[in-house]
T-cell receptor, first 113, second 113 residues
Framework: EAGVTQFPSHSVIEKGQTVTLRCDPISGHDNLYWYRRVMGKEIKFLLHFVKESKQDESGMPNNRFLAERTGGTYSTLKVQPAELEDSGVYFC???????????FGEGSWLTVV | QQQVKQSPQSLIVQKGGISIINCAYENTAFDYFPWYQQFPGKGPALLIAIRPDVSEKKEGRFTISFNKSAKQFSLHIMDSQPGDSATYFCAASTMDSSYKLIFGSGTRLLVRP
């Protein structure tokens, strides 16, 4: 069974540019989460989807971040415009139901220069 | 404000030794305490988890000890092996937001042969 898949694995962009990260959850997992770990900090929750609906986006840092999950399948996280402090690793995760074990992807490393 | 404090930041143990990683939390509403293991280039993977109704949980060489009154929990790796070398994260969540894991800052464990 395929795990959580993220793309791209690494991205280097200039400050002010736009980057879109994609996540394909484990098949059949209605719950999808985005977390991130910026340099030197702990992994932090960004938001939670149940199917295509945003259940909790309390961790989104500001309005430069936009997450979508069209059709309740894959999800995208867009950063526009990117700032230096956005550099870090962005993890996508999924679970069958909230409260179940959360399975993480390998992360998308973002470097903003 | 860091809700889950993890120590040490790094740890070196000889093969066969015991690795001990400690975490302390502040929010008494936390009721789920998982430990995640992350190898380089991979995402965090659930290793073992405990709920506050028990003081200890053991799975193979990995044991979680939980002290509710002190608001502390720890991971013990018995007979540590070089293959255990990874970054370990403690985390916590509440029943009504079980998907929103609050992570510690991580411990980089190196087990020397």
């Amino acid at each position: 069974e395929a795990g959580v898949t993220q793309f791209p694995s690494h991205s280097v962009i200039e400050k002010g540019q736009t980057v879109t990260l994609r996540c394909d959850p484990i098949s059949g997992h209605d719950n999808l989460y985005w977390y991130r770990r910026v340099m030197g900090k702990e992994i932090k929750f960004l938001l939670h989807f149940v199917k295509e609906s945003k259940q909790d986006e309390s961790g989104m840092p500001n309005n430069r971040f936009l997450a979508e999950r069209t059709g309740g399948t894959y999800s995208t996280l867009k950063v526009q415009p990117a700032e230096l402090e956005d550099s870090g690793v962005y993890f996508c995760a999924s679970s069958p139901r909230a409260g179940n074990t959360i399975y993480f992807g390998e992360g998308s490393w973002l470097t903003v220069v | 404000q860091q809700q889950v404090k993890q120590s040490p930041q790094s740890l070196i143990v000889q093969k066969g030794g015991i690795s001990i990683i400690n975490c302390a939390y502040e929010n008494t509403a936390f009721d789920y305490f998982p430990w995640y293991q992350q190898f380089p280039g991979k995402g965090p993977a659930l290793l073992i988890a405990i709920r506050p109704d028990v003081s200890e949980k053991k799975e193979g060489r990995f044991t979680i000890s939980f002290n509710k009154s002190a608001k502390q929990f720890s991971l013990h790796i018995m007979d540590s092996q070089p293959g255990d070398s990874a970054t370990y994260f403690c985390a916590a969540s509440t029943m009504d937001s079980s998907y929103k894991l609050i992570f510690g800052s991580g411990t980089r464990l190196l087990v020397r042969p």
